[in-house]
């Protein structure tokens, strides 16, 4: 009887090309043995057979529920899931997707009236101490119970009685002919009309049209779609007709057999195409990069290439292998890129082009990390996107009923409210309310909308989360309501409170589920008491997407503290990002650790931070917001070196506890000789680290960039040419006067009631007016002194920045002596420049050059230079760019090549090949914004730019001569750094004009 009902099903599925769902109530061994006799009755032979179990009781192919993402991009005509240890909705939500058109999934369960009540393996990961096991609810596999006895599709049999309580046919009709793929696809695009025979549906017609983009260079495309659409098969089919082009392509995922598809569809392209030469298999490396692939055969393997007769290849690299070098391959296709580390998918930006595919409902590895976290990377990146989203399935037909059951059990295409029905929430009008696992189970909409917020909104969301939120004891739901829909949820999990038994085996080394904070204030930070305050952690928090921005998160945390008024602490762990950070900042919470490694999921460092709520939860706080701000000192140089300046200083600056600075007599001697004298940071490190880490947790006067720089340099250690190239500044002279400017202030806010920091200080100064004394030079003095043409030069290097002013201010210079030829080219000798002023008559400077906006860029142009007078708007003076138009993305110049990187661009530049452009390596940035009164934010030039072109003004000419020409044009005030070339003795950093 039983197996006459597996064998209508199975025939239902190969006519309709759907897929059929058998659950087998009972014991396990009656389970096998019925499972066994119907897949004989159906002819499934043994190796097309996939048992999910951690028990070897099968015949066919054995995968343990921890290696089910082995499947992802395979397909099998039966798969059997033995529920009865360990019923994971992960591993379930993942088997279903692997399932193919005209097979059956078969599920080994329980009684189904006794499966609720029943507890296994996966209900010890939802409890967390003190709670037991006992304590864990059945509500989701009461969820899931009721799914499977009232879906279309799904049979249900009772083994032990032998009874079908639900036949789950359908009387499907005959499976619908796919769309015929359009035929213009093939006559616009370059591959063969072979590859687009291959296709079977007019969307994967559509992503091979969109793949084939990948021949040029700073292009993207992503190709999301549910599981079983033809995304790998799509990618296949490009990259073999791209390789017998001759092209090298990369593919990586996962693991092998991830991609094995894509390597499927383009060994069978290559064959049409008759360009295939070899295949060849590489054993996994011996540096563990590479996950072997359990293939039938037991074979492990680390890679696989695909040769051709033109000299392209197509070849499988690890993840970690493609992200040290993703520049190297032609393409790189990036399988299943939702189960990747977000700062992997970052590396891979760096590629000449690049595809990602990625499953939208499958929630594998990262879920919805691609879309959420990585969205916005890839769009603000270099690379033009196209965008493809494949509906059409390819595996089963478009109704298939077991793919509605999984996204209606584990609720995977939950969506939030729409956006019409919560637009007028604000903070005023939502109503606070505690969402009981009950009542979730029982309004489906309800549940519905606070899993699709969720899952939108965190990249970690997952069907394991589902569970957890119906069955954990220590888990509650807060959500904003208006009009009885949910605009903003929280995740909370009660922590803390633990006896001491295990707090000390914590403290040992034993590690805890469901308390987290508590785990890293015990094990990690060594706190013996840590895991004894009791708190409420923020698991998740999500705002629906149309109203964020209004308060509401902020709202949503003030009840919740309202709410845990009874706790010591509410605290908080997540993916570090500035933004986060602020917000977390913003209403109360304070940073007491930075992980000092990447998390696997989101590729970022978490971030732990506590808001007090008692006496005892304030002693806690202040205790270890003391102890990160001592050992940030030293992580910052080793482990946390890497991580992004902003983080960092945002993560200080939610730290309340402000040192108190302790520098010994030589540390401020060292740092006063560096900011006022000839000294220099190298010389001796230690206290500049102190005085910076004050000013991160003081508040100074410093502005964001110069803070920035504090931890790039100070505090990181990183090379003055990379932080010069990563914060922005023009040179590693313009970097390093940057710091010491910002160590003048620093001196004087920390350093000013020290005697010794007021007798170095003042005898820096008086050293500098004995050179003044020394040299006779004094401002009146020195402007009387400059000729019309050094005028001139100035005026037009400050004011638009032009590397060679001589050329555009009527100076014309040319050299007066011998000639010499070398290797082909002409070099002067023994001679000398000459200038020559024609055409011009320099103006006095408060007549030619009264209205800067005479002589202004409008950025709304495209960095083309804009000569009339009084822009609208705002205006700034920015020495980027002459007239020509110039790009740093690899925009051609003048005939340059696109494939020219940006450091040969800046290399031609600074030759001057591109004409008048700038040189980034000698010219300042001068910003100035259009207010009532224009305001110089930075106008110093380098005295290296003046001495290579033989510009003689004499001792601190340049320095006090630019300081006049600002003072004079703009009314306004602005402070240098000049060490006299003469005397070597330092320049005072102050107003060199008076008044």
Same mark, same amino acid.
């Given at each position: 009887?039983?197996?006459?009902?597996?064998?209508?099903?199975?025939?239902?599925?190969?006519?309709?090309?759907?897929?059929?769902?058998?659950?087998?109530?009972?014991?396990?061994?009656?389970?096998?043995?019925?499972?066994?006799?119907?897949?004989?009755?159906?002819?499934?032979?043994?190796?097309?057979?996939?048992?999910?179990?951690?028990?070897?009781?099968?015949?066919?192919?054995?995968?343990?529920?921890?290696?089910?993402?082995?499947?992802?991009?395979?397909?099998?005509?039966?798969?059997?899931?033995?529920?009865?240890?360990?019923?994971?909705?992960?591993?379930?939500?993942?088997?279903?997707?692997?399932?193919?058109?005209?097979?059956?999934?078969?599920?080994?369960?329980?009684?189904?009236?006794?499966?609720?009540?029943?507890?296994?393996?996966?209900?010890?990961?939802?409890?967390?101490?003190?709670?037991?096991?006992?304590?864990?609810?059945?509500?989701?596999?009461?969820?899931?119970?009721?799914?499977?006895?009232?879906?279309?599709?799904?049979?249900?049999?009772?083994?032990?009685?032998?009874?079908?309580?639900?036949?789950?046919?359908?009387?499907?009709?005959?499976?619908?002919?796919?769309?015929?793929?359009?035929?213009?696809?093939?006559?616009? $695009?370059?591959?063969?009309?072979?590859?687009?025979?291959?296709?079977?549906?007019?969307?994967?017609?559509?992503?091979?049209?969109?793949?084939?983009?990948?021949?040029?260079?700073?292009?993207?495309?992503?190709?999301?779609?549910?599981?079983?659409?033809?995304?790998?098969?799509?990618?296949?089919?490009?990259?073999?007709?791209?390789?017998?082009?001759?092209?090298?392509?990369?593919?990586?995922?996962? $693991?092998?057999?991830?991609?094995?598809?894509?390597?499927?569809?383009?060994?069978?392209?290559?064959?049409?195409?008759?360009?295939?030469?070899?295949?060849?298999?590489?054993?996994?490396?011996?540096?563990?990069?590479?996950?072997?692939?359990?293939?039938?055969?037991?074979?492990?393997?680390?890679?696989?290439?695909?040769?051709?007769?033109?000299?392209?290849?197509?070849?499988?690299?690890?993840?970690?292998?493609?992200?040290?070098?993703?520049?190297? /391959?032609?393409?790189?296709?990036?399988?299943?890129?939702?189960?990747?580390?977000?700062?992997?998918?970052?590396?891979?930006?760096?590629?000449?082009?690049?595809?990602?595919?990625?499953?939208?409902?499958?929630?594998?590895?990262?879920?919805?990390?691609?879309?959420?976290?990585?969205?916005?990377?890839?769009?603000?990146?270099?690379?033009?996107?196209?965008?493809?989203?494949?509906?059409?399935?390819?595996?089963?037909?478009?109704?298939?009923?077991?793919?509605?059951?999984?996204?209606?059990?584990?609720?995977?295409?939950?969506?939030?409210?729409?956006?019409?029905?919560?637009?007028?929430?604000?903070?005023?009008?939502?109503?606070?309310?505690?969402?009981?696992?009950?009542?979730?189970?029982?309004?489906?909409?309800?549940?519905?909308?606070?899993?699709?917020?969720?899952?939108?909104?965190?990249?970690?969301?997952?069907?394991?989360?589902?569970?957890?939120?119906?069955?954990?004891?220590?888990?509650?739901?807060?959500?904003?309501?208006?009009?009885?829909?949910?605009?903003?949820?929280?995740?909370?999990?009660?922590?803390?409170?633990?006896?001491?038994?295990?707090?000390? $085996?914590?403290?040992?080394?034993?590690?805890?589920?469901?308390?987290?904070?508590?785990?890293?204030?015990?094990?990690?930070?060594?706190?013996?008491?840590?895991?004894?305050?009791?708190?409420?952690?923020?698991?998740?928090?999500?705002?629906?997407?149309?109203?964020?921005?209004?308060?509401?998160?902020?709202?949503?945390?003030?009840?919740?503290?309202?709410?845990?008024?009874?706790?010591?602490?509410?605290?908080?762990?997540?993916?570090?990002?500035?933004?986060?950070?602020?917000?977390?900042?913003?209403?109360?919470?304070?940073?007491?650790?930075?992980?000092?490694?990447?998390?696997?999921?989101?590729? !970022?460092?978490?971030?732990?931070?506590?808001?007090?709520?008692?006496?005892?939860?304030?002693?806690?706080?202040?205790?270890?917001?003391?102890?990160?701000?001592?050992?940030?000192?030293?992580?910052?140089?080793?482990?946390?070196?890497?991580?992004?300046?902003?983080?960092?200083?945002?993560?200080?600056?939610?730290?309340?506890?402000?040192?108190?600075?302790?520098?010994?007599?030589?540390?401020?001697?060292?740092?006063?000789?560096?900011?006022?004298?000839?000294?220099?940071?190298?010389?001796?490190?230690?206290?500049?680290?102190?005085?910076?880490?004050?000013?991160?947790?003081?508040?100074?006067?410093?502005?964001?960039?110069?803070?920035?720089?504090?931890?790039?340099?100070?505090?990181?250690?990183?090379?003055?040419?990379?932080?010069?190239?990563?914060?922005?500044?023009?040179?590693?002279?313009?970097?390093?006067?940057?710091?010491?400017?910002?160590?003048?202030?620093?001196?004087?806010?920390?350093?000013?009631?020290?005697?010794?920091?007021?007798?170095?200080?003042?005898?820096?100064?008086?050293?500098?007016?004995?050179? !003044?004394?020394?040299?006779?030079?004094?401002?009146?003095?020195? +402007?009387?002194?400059?000729? /019309?043409?050094?005028?001139?030069?100035?005026?037009?290097?400050?004011?638009?920045?032009?590397?060679?002013?001589?050329?555009?201010?009527?100076?014309?210079?040319?050299?007066?002596?011998?000639?010499?030829?070398?290797?082909?080219?002409?070099?002067?000798?023994?001679?000398? +420049?000459?200038?020559?002023?024609?055409?011009?008559? /320099?103006?006095?400077?408060?007549?030619?050059?009264?209205? /800067?906006?005479?002589?202004?860029?409008?950025?709304?142009?495209?960095?083309?230079?804009?000569?009339?007078?009084?822009?609208?708007?705002?205006?700034?003076?920015?020495?980027?760019?002459?007239?020509?138009?110039?790009?740093?993305?690899?925009?051609?110049?003048?005939?340059?090549?696109?494939?020219?990187?940006?450091?040969?661009?800046?290399?031609?530049?600074?030759?001057?090949?591109?004409?008048?452009?700038?040189?980034?390596?000698?010219?300042?940035?001068?910003?100035?914004?259009?207010?009532?009164?224009?305001?110089?934010?930075?106008?110093?030039?380098?005295?290296?730019?003046?001495?290579?072109?033989?510009?003689?003004?004499?001792?601190?000419?340049?320095?006090?001569?630019?300081?006049?020409?600002?003072?004079?044009?703009?009314?306004?005030?602005?402070?240098?750094?000049?060490?006299?070339?003469?005397?070597?003795?330092?320049?005072?950093?102050?107003?060199?004009?008076?008044?």
């Amino acid at each position: 009887m039983i197996d006459g009902l597996v064998q209508t099903l199975y025939s239902e599925a190969c006519r309709a090309n759907e897929r059929r769902l058998v659950a087998l109530s009972g014991s396990r061994h009656s389970g096998v043995e019925t499972v066994a006799t119907a897949l004989e009755t159906i002819e499934i032979p043994a190796e097309k057979r996939v048992f999910v179990s951690d028990r070897d009781e099968f015949q066919g192919r054995c995968v343990r529920p921890a290696d089910t993402d082995e499947l992802m991009g395979q397909t099998w005509p039966a798969i059997i899931v033995d529920c009865h240890d360990r019923f994971e909705p992960n591993v379930l939500a993942r088997v279903v997707g692997a399932v193919d058109g005209g097979g059956i999934l078969f599920l080994l369960v329980p009684d189904l009236d006794e499966w609720p009540d029943r507890r296994d393996d996966f209900d010890e990961t939802v409890t967390a101490p003190p709670a037991s096991v006992e304590d864990v609810t059945g509500r989701f596999r009461q969820r899931v119970v009721e799914t499977l006895r009232t879906h279309g599709g799904v049979a249900v049999v009772d083994v032990d009685a032998g009874e079908i309580h639900s036949r789950g046919t359908t009387r499907p009709s005959e499976s619908t002919r796919h769309d015929t793929p359009d035929s213009s696809l093939s006559a616009r $695009s370059s591959l063969p009309e072979t590859v687009y025979d291959q296709c079977l549906t007019a969307d994967q017609a559509r992503a091979v049209r969109a793949l084939d983009g990948l021949t040029e260079d700073d292009t993207a495309v992503t190709l999301e779609s549910d599981r079983g659409r033809g995304k790998s098969s799509a990618a296949g089919l490009a990259a073999g007709a791209m390789a017998a082009r001759g092209a090298d392509i990369t593919v990586t995922a996962v $693991s092998l057999s991830s991609a094995r598809e894509v390597f499927d569809r383009a060994e069978e392209t290559l064959s049409r195409l008759e360009s295939l030469a070899t295949v060849r298999e590489t054993p996994a490396g011996p540096d563990g990069h590479d996950r072997a692939d359990n293939r039938e055969d037991g074979h492990a393997e680390g890679g696989y290439t695909l040769e051709t007769t033109t000299g392209g290849t197509l070849t499988f690299e690890s993840p970690s292998t493609v992200a040290e070098r993703p520049d190297a /391959p032609d393409v790189v296709i990036v399988d299943e890129a939702a189960a990747l580390p977000v700062h992997l998918l970052e590396s891979f930006l760096d590629a000449r082009a690049v595809a990602f595919l990625t499953t939208v409902h499958g929630y594998e590895g990262t879920g919805r990390g691609f879309e959420i976290r990585f969205r916005d990377r890839l769009i603000d990146s270099r690379l033009e996107v196209t965008d493809i989203r494949l509906s059409e399935p390819i595996r089963y037909a478009d109704d298939d009923p077991v793919e509605k059951w999984s996204f209606r059990a584990f609720a995977l295409d939950a969506t939030p409210a729409v956006e019409l029905a919560v637009d007028d929430a604000a903070p005023e009008t939502v109503e606070y309310q505690r969402l009981h696992p009950s009542d979730l189970l029982e309004n489906d909409h309800r549940l519905r909308e606070t899993i699709g917020l969720l899952a939108l909104a965190h990249y970690q969301t997952e069907p394991n989360d589902l569970a957890r939120m119906l069955d954990a004891p220590n888990l509650g739901v807060r959500a904003l309501v208006v009009d009885d829909h949910v605009v903003a949820v929280a995740l909370l999990a009660r922590e803390g409170g633990l006896p001491q038994a295990m707090q000390e $085996s914590i403290y040992e080394g034993s590690r805890i589920t469901g308390n987290m904070i508590p785990d890293l204030l015990t094990s990690q930070l060594r706190n013996p008491d840590g895991a004894a305050p009791t708190g409420v952690r923020v698991v998740r928090i999500a705002v629906h997407g149309s109203v964020r921005c209004r308060g509401l998160g902020s709202h949503l945390l003030g009840q919740i503290h309202t709410e845990s008024a009874d706790t010591d602490w509410v605290g908080t762990g997540y993916g570090a990002t500035p933004r986060l950070i602020r917000f977390w900042r913003r209403n109360g919470y304070q940073t007491i650790h930075l992980s000092t490694t990447r998390n696997d999921a989101s590729g !970022e460092h978490s971030a732990i931070m506590l808001h007090p709520m008692s006496d005892r939860g304030e002693a806690l706080t202040t205790r270890h917001t003391r102890a990160f701000r001592e050992r940030i000192r030293e992580s910052l140089s080793d482990a946390l070196r890497e991580v992004d300046p902003e983080i960092v200083r945002n993560a200080l600056a939610a730290c309340e506890a402000p040192p108190a600075v302790s520098i010994e007599a030589r540390g401020w001697r060292a740092v006063v000789a560096a900011s006022y004298g000839p000294g220099t940071y190298e010389a001796d490190p230690g206290p500049f680290r102190d005085l910076a880490v004050a000013a991160l947790l003081t508040d100074t006067d410093l502005t964001a960039a110069d803070e920035r720089l504090l931890i790039a340099k100070i505090l990181q250690g990183r090379p003055w040419s990379v932080v010069a190239v990563n914060l922005g500044f023009e040179s590693t002279g313009r970097c390093k006067r940057a710091l010491g400017s910002a160590y003048t202030d620093l001196v004087d806010r920390f350093g000013a009631e020290t005697p010794l920091v007021k007798r170095e200080r003042e005898r820096f100064r008086n050293s500098w007016n004995r050179c !003044e004394q020394n040299h006779g030079l004094s401002v009146s003095s020195l +402007w009387s002194r400059l000729k /019309p043409r050094d005028v001139t030069a100035i005026i037009s290097h400050i004011l638009h920045g032009w590397d060679y002013p001589h050329r555009h201010a009527g100076v014309t210079r040319r050299w007066c002596g011998r000639e010499r030829r070398s290797g082909g080219s002409v070099r002067a000798s023994g001679g000398r +420049w000459v200038d020559t002023v024609s055409g011009f008559r /320099p103006r006095p400077v408060s007549a030619a050059f009264r209205e /800067p906006s005479d002589y202004c860029w409008d950025q709304r142009r495209s960095r083309t230079v804009c000569r009339t007078p009084r822009c609208e708007g705002d205006w700034s003076i920015q020495p980027h760019h002459s007239c020509r138009r110039y790009r740093w993305d690899r925009t051609p110049v003048r005939g340059w090549s696109g494939r020219d990187s940006r450091r040969t661009v800046r290399r031609r530049l600074h030759r001057g090949t591109a004409g008048w452009c700038w040189s980034p390596d000698s010219c300042p940035a001068v910003t100035v914004h259009r207010r009532r009164t224009p305001r110089v934010v930075d106008c110093s030039i380098t005295h290296d730019w003046w001495d290579s072109r033989r510009v003689r003004l004499g001792c601190r000419a340049v320095t006090v001569a630019e300081r006049l020409l600002w003072e004079r044009v703009l009314s306004t005030t602005c402070t240098v750094t000049h060490s006299c070339r003469h005397c070597r003795q330092p320049a005072r950093k102050t107003d060199l004009i008076p008044g």
